[in-house]
């Protein structure tokens, strides 16, 4: 087995909170110099800057997996990765049709860029990325699970936008593949306070929207290879696979 420094939750300068220096080839070059050795790209509720920086990344030692930050009718957030382009294309319709339209005011809320290579703009999203779908997180979960994807809710422990603050309690019928807690908090304690099972699992991701924040906050994952698989088998534990918190 290997260890593998792992960052699934990543914003480019596509989200409207993220930083405009949060280009792909910013992205790539900060991961691969402050030891990560996996990201995930996860914008709110959008994955059209995905596959850029899967291609610039792709002649690296960096792997990239491709997903988004999804905020649910209940307004929690939640983690969707994925395998491949087609599911990342057939969820982003998924999104197209469920994403309550609000225009976005950049003055307000920030801007919504796509950009290429070379760090030209090549379109502005004009729908505000930070409003809600109107399904509900199960709903929102299970089009995850039918695409084959992983699900991970964001931030559980945050007084807004979490699975405990917005609903108060985990669904007996959601299934969820691991619980991302935040940066500054303490595995135990949080387990404790809202009594989780220890058959899920437990991980930390940057949430990074700003450069000074990429790197800080990882999960190591012990298995085999830098696979979407081998993520899935480590977050269940499955084949002496794992997921440990530094």
Not at 42 to 64: F, G, I, M, P
Not at 90 to 106: A, K, S, Y
Not at 147 to 164: T, V, W
Not at 213 to 242: C, V, W
Request: charged content about 25%; proline content about 4%; some cysteine.
């Amino acid at each position: 087995m290997r260890k593998f420094r792992t960052d699934l939750h990543i914003h480019t300068l596509l989200s409207p909170c993220g930083d405009l220096e949060m280009s792909p080839v910013n992205i790539v070059s900060l991961a691969s110099k402050s030891g990560l050795d996996i990201i995930g790209i996860t914008d709110h509720n959008s994955t059209r800057q995905c596959e850029l920086v899967w291609k610039l990344a792709r002649n690296s030692d960096l792997t990239v997996i491709a997903g988004c930050e999804m905020t649910t009718k209940e307004e929690v957030h939640c983690l969707g990765l994925f395998e491949d382009f087609d599911a990342l294309h057939v969820f982003q319709n998924f999104i197209d049709q469920h994403l309550i339209f609000i225009p976005n005011n950049t003055s307000l809320l920030g801007y919504q860029l796509v950009v290429d290579e070379e760090e030209k703009i090549v379109e502005e999203i004009e729908n505000y990325l930070g409003s809600s779908l109107n399904v509900s997180i199960e709903e929102v979960e299970q089009k995850v699970h039918e695409l084959c994807g992983i699900f991970i809710p964001a931030h559980i422990d945050r007084p807004r936008n979490s699975l405990y603050s917005q609903l108060g309690f985990f669904p007996p019928e959601l299934k969820v593949d691991a619980l991302q807690i935040s940066k500054l908090s303490d595995e135990k304690s949080i387990r404790e306070k809202y009594q989780i099972s220890r058959d899920i699992s437990l991980v930390k991701f940057s949430d990074a929207h700003y450069p000074v924040d990429l790197g800080k906050t990882y999960t190591y994952f012990e298995m085999e290879n830098p696979s979407f698989i081998e993520i899935r088998k480590a977050l269940h534990r499955e084949d002496g696979r794992q997921s440990i918190i530094p």
